[in-house]
């Protein structure tokens, strides 16, 4: 797939595909070659209120249809992605800058979110307390919240919509997404699969456009009760505030800034074969890439030595070309945030291990970038880079580390390697974070809830805790005459 063939971005209202109407125009930029992918008219006034109505029109039928009826829809979208994987990944690569084999990967992983909606849709239930009236039966019953609206970015334009709108589809919640209006495309093919499947008209309708004002409309409108946020935590902050003026139930999911600790129980070449794929997934851009490095002292030289070695040699290029392991960044505003963390690090007395610069002068590269000595007063060791690099620096003592580890703000993922279980218990136990691999790196499944804790936001995805958030709980007393 060419440049030429980017599928053109529309706004989704009412099961029509259609032009935005307002006057602003967005350009959908391919990270690798900065060559323009499509110009999209963003979405208007208008056709925020057009896309609520549909979305209020669909919320009867919807909310009714049996949990069996609307996993079926569910179940056919994740078919329908699976058999249009190669596509898709491909418009992944093209808008995202992700190599095609982690656009395969994002497709299967938002494939499997959509099923185990679909399933765990059926097991709303809910339960019957014992009255201490005669005559009395009490019913706790969980239903649909209502209309949902939705805003995700441009790092996983797949798998973080598929995570929002499989669990509200699947509690009978119609909704209105706001994609990234940088990556539309990716987003565009989910919403595709699901109007394929037999999803009923406005039960999911997108928009793109200017983010503040579209989601300042949502937000507001009485009709939309629950808000989902995935992206940065200024703006969830923001989108919070707004919500509560309004008493809307928001779920955050925000950035993160994952420690890793390794003890020195390990081997650190062997840690540091597994962790680098892992970092250097997306560029570094996710929200639970490990970030910051804290080496116990013993094997110290040793992981900085063996993960520098892998980096340095990892090969960076167009996603589309099958020997890239690692594409660019998404934007050029990563390239300079990303650069000004590392030369402030440098600033600061960090040794360079290698990267540090950004290649050739088309395209958003970035260097794998090993950074050593890193002290906490650098900029890098407190706030996310979301970027291709590795902060190390070493640590005597558990106390010690467990500290620094906690000492940001941020408590999304956070990752141990040790031997030794009572180490392994207690930092389990001691770090902040609302996931923590031990030894692992499996902490985004379908089934297993995802979400942070402290500024990293509030509310859970996946899991039976991701439909939670789309139900409410009503009790009934029922007597009889
Ligand atoms: P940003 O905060 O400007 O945008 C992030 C996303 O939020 C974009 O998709 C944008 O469309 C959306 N957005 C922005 N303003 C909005 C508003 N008023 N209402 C609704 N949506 C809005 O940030 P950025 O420059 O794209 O990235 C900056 C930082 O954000 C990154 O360095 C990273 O720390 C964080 N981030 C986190 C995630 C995540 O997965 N948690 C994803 C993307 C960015």
Redo the contacts with the bound molecule.
């Keep these: 797939m060419e440049e030429r063939t980017y599928p053109q971005p529309a706004q989704f209202i009412g099961g029509s595909w259609r032009e935005g109407r307002s006057d602003a125009v967005v350009e959908v930029l391919n990270p690798a070659t900065e060559q323009v992918l499509a110009l999209v008219r963003c979405a208007s006034a208008e056709d925020v209120d057009d896309a609520i109505l549909a979305t209020v029109e669909a919320n009867e039928s919807w909310r009714l249809a049996t949990a069996v009826d609307r996993g079926r829809v569910l179940r056919d979208a994740a078919a329908l992605l699976r058999a249009r994987e190669q596509a898709i990944a491909r418009v992944l690569c093209l808008e995202q800058g992700k190599p095609l084999a982690e656009g395969v990967r994002e497709v299967a992983m938002a494939a499997d979110v959509l099923e185990w909606s679909a399933e765990e849709g059926r097991r709303a239930y809910g339960r019957i307390v014992p009255s201490r009236y005669r005559g009395i039966r009490q019913f706790v019953v969980r239903e649909p919240i209502g209309p949902v609206a939705a805003?995700?970015?441009?790092?996983?334009p797949l798998l973080?919509p598929a995570m929002k709108i499989g669990a509200a589809l699947a509690a009978g919640c119609p909704v209105v997404i706001?994609p990234?209006?940088?990556t539309p495309a990716a987003t565009i093919a989910l919403v595709r699969a699901l109007a394929d499947a037999g999803l009923p008209p406005g039960t999911l309708n997108l928009l793109l456009g200017d983010?503040?004002p579209?989601?300042h409309h949502l937000i507001s409108h009485p009709a939309i009760r629950k808000v989902t946020?995935?992206?940065?935590t200024?703006?969830g902050k923001?989108?919070a505030a707004l919500a509560g003026t309004h008493a809307k139930r928001i779920a955050l999911?925000?950035?993160?800034h994952a420690p890793v600790l390794v003890f020195d129980d390990c081997d650190p070449r062997r840690v540091a074969e597994a962790i680098a794929p892992v970092k250097f997934r997306n560029a570094g851009q996710?929200?639970v890439s490990p970030t910051r490095f804290f080496v116990q002292d013993a094997i110290y030289e040793e992981f900085v030595a063996a993960l520098a070695s892998v980096a340095a040699s990892l090969p960076v290029g167009d996603g589309l070309d099958s020997k890239t392991r690692m594409g660019p960044l998404a934007n050029a505003?990563?390239v300079m945030?990303v650069d000004a963390l590392v030369q402030d690090a440098l600033a600061n007395g960090a040794k360079l291990a290698c990267g540090g610069r950004r290649l050739g002068d088309r395209g958003y590269f970035y260097a794998p970038t090993v950074l050593s000595d890193v002290p906490d007063r650098a900029r890098i060791m407190s706030e996310?880079p979301?970027g291709p690099v590795v902060p190390i620096d070493r640590f005597a003592t558990m106390n010690e580390v467990v500290a620094r580890a906690n000492s940001v703000p941020y408590g999304l993922a956070s990752f141990a390697f040790t031997r030794d279980l009572a180490r392994a218990d207690e930092v389990a136990s001691r770090l902040e974070a609302g996931m923590v691999g031990v030894n692992s790196f499996y902490i985004a499944q379908a089934e297993t809830p995802f979400g942070g804790v402290k500024d990293s936001g509030d509310g859970r995805e996946s899991g039976i805790e991701g439909l939670d958030g789309y139900l409410v709980t009503k009790f009934v007393s029922q007597g009889y005459l």
């Design positions: 805003f995700t970015p441009w790092n996983l973080t706001k990234s209006e940088e983010p503040a579209i989601s946020f995935t992206g940065s200024r703006v923001e989108l999911e925000l950035g993160g996710l929200c505003r990563r945030a996310e979301f």
